[in-house]
Structures are given as C-alpha cells and as structure tokens.
C-alpha cells in the first residue's frame, strides 16, 4: 500500500524583517546616488607639462591648504629642486660653449660633488652653509644668468629661474616653503595616484593623475575605464624644447600627437573633454623676448613674431582642430597652473559645466 505526503507552507516575514529589508534597500539606494555624484577625471599629458600643479590647485580650491608640518615637509624637494636645477646650469656651460668664470670654479667645483642627502643640515633642516653659499654666488651670477636663459638648449625644470630668485630666502636656515614654493616644486609623478575632492552642491571628482614619461605611459591603459572627464594638460611654451627622455624629438609635436590619439580613442567616446593649453606665461615670456621665434620650430605659424595673443591663438587652433567630435564640446583654455587666482576660475566654470552635463545624463539632475 503506497502512500504520498504533499506539504505546503509559506514563510511570512514578521514586521522587524520587513523593516530591516526596507532599510537595506534604502542604504543601498543611497550608495549608488553618491556612487553617481562621484564622476572620474582622468588627467593625462606629456611629462612636465603641468598635471601635479593643476591637482595642487584643486586642493587648494576644494580642500585644505597645507598645515605648517605639510608645507615643511616639501623643504627637501625644493632643495633637490634647487641643487639639480644649479648642477644642469654648470652641465650646460661646455655644452653652450661658456667659459666658466674664474671666480665661480670653487662654487661650481661644491655644486657639482653635491647631493640633496648631503646637503642639509640635520639641526636646522636647512642647508650647510657652504651649500648655501656656494648656490648664491652660482645662481646670482650674471654669466649663470645667461646661461639660464638658453634653457630651451638644454634640460632644466621650469620652476628653476624661480628658485633662483627666491635663493636668499630658500638658504635661510629657518625656511618654510611657501603655498608658491610647493605649487613649483616638482616630484616626477610616478605609478597612479588618486585624489577625491568635494567640488559643491553635492558633486564630487574622483582625480585620477598618472605619469606623463614615456616609461610611465603603458600604465596608463589601466585607468581607461568609466572615465566621466578627461582633461589633458599640454605645455604651449614648449615649442622649442625637445624632449627629456630623447633629445631628438620636439616636446610641442610629442604632445600634439599624443594629445591627437587620446582625443580619437574608442575609450572615451562618452567622455567630455578638457583640454589646458598650460604656461601661457612661460610661452608669453619666450615670445617677446625674440629668442625663439614661433615660426623658427612651427613654419605654418604665419603671424607677427613677438605677437602673444597670435601666439596664443594659433597653439589653441593648432589643438583644437585635433578634436574631430562636432558632436561633443572641448572645454579648452588657457591656463597657468601656478597662478592660483585665475586657475580657480578656471577650474569651476569648467567643473561645474561638466560636472553638471554628467549629472544630467544619468538623470541625477
């Protein structure tokens, strides 16, 4: 004799259980709207062209400005700074065919057995005197000074003219950088770092800054993903620089290739783009001082040479008609990532569009 059981039950969740599920809901709900607020900007560019500067701007509009202790501790990289950018000079003197003045031999002959290590004075934490000393008469120099001032024949940081003229108060021995100081300093960026500001009415940006040498370049494929922004960053005075890491090629055409394929890649179809035309100070400096015309390195430049504003808008043009996307904008500007004020407004007008459009697109506006 065969018999069968059928069963049948429901499982009635109990008033807590439901409001514990209702809760999870919401929290999970809420993470993924400040998910949403959170758009990624990728900044890229050549090296030396301005991006850790523009990420030093963003702090300083968006977040604190460095503490005391923060800025103190960037006193050895304007040092190091400061040492390498005198030891290029003294390189480049051969090299340009200057006799190096007797009464620099001495000071000369320190600099170049020096390192940054070496150099501080582990009391005050400022530099030996004898560094200190041997870095005034180098740098003050008028034959130092005109060497400087061939700086596009050789390798020497942009931040190194002023360093120079800050050396008197870089040696004292109680120096703290200043807000300036930290703004100019470079370290080359290495590796992926990231940076999360708060940029207003709920809105928030994910900073993304990879390094812009060639050796650092293969690193960047693995930041390509989900980036709302893209914001380049190329130098405009560098037109008569060739690169650092081969001297043959012109740093302007490296970044106007660079910036050419970035612009035209398959990752960033849906991303808005940014584009800082950087150092237009530099660039203005260069362009009246007659030194190095424009249309010597750029022969379809055809405007007035010592003509800024020309200068100016030919570059602009130049990298602007790179971006083929009628169909997107191109936030482009020019910009001089060191001088606070006007990169503070350049950056919210330019955020704060963007960032809106990006809100607006996944309906959180």
């Not at 031999?105 to 290590?117: G, K, M, N, R, W």
């Not at 940076?195 to 050796?215: A, C, H, I, T, Y």
């Not at 380049?232 to 690169?243: C, G, K, N, P, R």
């Amino acid at each position: 004799m065969g018999c069968s059981q059928s069963t049948s039950s429901s499982i009635t969740s109990s008033p807590q259980e439901i409001a514990a599920s209702r809760a999870i809901d919401e929290d999970l709900k809420r993470s993924r709207q400040e998910e949403a607020r959170v758009s990624k900007c990728l900044l890229l560019g050549p090296g030396e062209s301005g991006k850790s500067t523009i990420v030093k701007q963003l702090r300083l509009c968006y977040a604190q400005p460095w503490t005391e202790p923060e800025r103190a501790a960037y006193r050895e990289v304007v040092f190091a700074n400061t040492l390498q950018s005198a030891q290029a000079v003294l390189q480049a003197f051969p090299l340009l065919s200057v006799p190096l003045p007797p009464h620099l031999i001495e000071p000369a002959q320190h600099l170049a057995s020096s390192d940054v290590d070496d150099a501080v004075d582990p009391l005050t934490n400022g530099l030996r005197e004898e560094v200190a000393s041997a870095l005034k008469v180098f740098v003050r120099n008028e034959t130092t000074r005109a060497v400087v001032a061939q700086s596009a024949r050789f390798q020497l940081n942009d931040s190194a003219d002023y360093f120079f003229t800050s050396i008197a108060r870089i040696c004292e021995p109680s120096y703290l950088p200043s807000v300036q100081d930290v703004l100019r300093s470079r370290v080359r960026s290495t590796g992926i770092v990231e940076e999360k500001f708060d940029v207003g009415n709920g809105k928030k940006l994910l900073v993304v800054d990879v390094g812009g040498q060639r050796s650092e370049r293969k690193k960047w494929i693995h930041c390509f993903e989900n980036v709302n922004i893209l914001m380049f960053v190329v130098a405009i005075s560098e037109y008569d620089q060739m690169l650092y890491e081969d001297e043959r090629i012109n740093r302007l055409d490296e970044s106007m290739q660079l910036w050419e394929t970035i612009a035209q890649s398959r990752w960033f179809s849906k991303s808005a783009f940014v584009l800082f035309l950087n150092k237009r100070d530099r660039l203005a400096e260069k362009i009246l001082s007659g030194d190095s015309p424009l249309s010597s390195f750029l022969p379809s430049y055809t405007g007035p040479d010592g003509d800024v504003a020309a200068a100016e808008s030919f570059l602009s043009q130049s990298f602007q008609e790179l971006y083929r996307h009628p169909d997107r904008q191109l936030y482009a500007h020019l910009t001089c990532a060191t001088d606070t004020s006007s990169t503070k407004v350049v950056l919210g007008v330019v955020l704060q569009s963007v960032l809106t459009r990006a809100l607006a697109d996944i309906g959180m506006l």
